[in-house]
């Protein structure tokens, strides 16, 4: 199973606006693990960026001014997630975006759409957490993800906190390993299985009755040179 942890960062909040993506991110995931593999650019969007935008990106026009354009890395784009699930948080500001930006070439807008299916981890977190701040900072420390170097935001920062986060709330922590880190502790894990299936294998071999009998007369033994006369083991055999 592939999916794909999408972010975007823009110049501002409203695509029908004329606001467009300056650094967009996607984050691999097989089987529910974080492979590292990753599509990953900062984009000019061929206007400038509001100054709120700025603030929480950090992004400049000057920065932004040389990178390549959305039209010139869709095709990659296209590629890198097509039919794959799309991971996000507030999915209908990213997938709205890249829809508005899909409008701007010769392409028929449907040609993402009709390629992906889309997950929206903020909808889930409002059902698991009503009332309550579910933001990605907030779900971090809801479930003890890390995320002390996110002094801004960041597309790239942000997807792969997004994909730790999701997998914990859907699944369990041991999602979170790399496919590396995995392929590096199968030995371990491997010899685990090993003495697990073992243990599980092992015959139930009960006493026979002259082992019965044995049994028995050590415990009427311990009975007999007891302080109290009683034996606990003796009184509760049935």
Not at 53 to 60: H, K, P, Q, R, S
Not at 150 to 178: E, P, W
């Amino acid at each position: 199973m592939r999916q794909i942890v999408v972010d975007t960062e823009t110049t501002g909040l409203l695509p029908e606006a004329g606001h467009r993506i300056i650094e967009i991110a996607c984050v691999e995931l097989i089987n529910r693990q974080i492979t590292g593999n990753k599509f990953h650019y900062y984009l000019n969007p061929e206007r400038p960026v509001d100054s709120d935008a700025f603030a929480i990106t950090g992004l400049t026009n000057d920065f932004l001014q040389d990178k390549p354009t959305f039209s010139q890395i869709f095709a990659d784009l296209l590629q890198f997630i097509e039919g794959t699930e799309i991971i996000a948080h507030n999915a209908p500001f990213d997938i709205g975006f890249l829809v508005k930006e899909i409008t701007l070439l010769p392409q028929d807008p449907t040609v993402l759409t009709n390629k992906i299916t889309v997950f929206d981890t903020l909808a889930l977190a409002r059902k698991m957490f009503p009332g309550q701040r579910n933001n990605l900072d907030a779900l971090c420390k809801r479930y003890k993800v890390d995320n002390s170097d996110r002094t801004l935001h960041g597309a790239l920062i942000d997807a792969n906190l997004l994909a730790k986060v999701y997998l914990l709330m859907t699944g369990g922590q041991t999602s979170l390993f790399t496919v590396n880190e995995i392929s590096n502790s199968n030995e371990n894990n491997d010899t685990r299985k090993i003495k697990a299936t073992k243990k599980r294998s092992l015959p139930i071999i009960y006493a026979n009755e002259i082992e019965l009998a044995l049994h028995n007369t050590k415990l009427c033994a311990i009975q007999k040179n007891s302080a109290s006369k009683k034996c606990l083991w003796k009184d509760n055999v049935k």
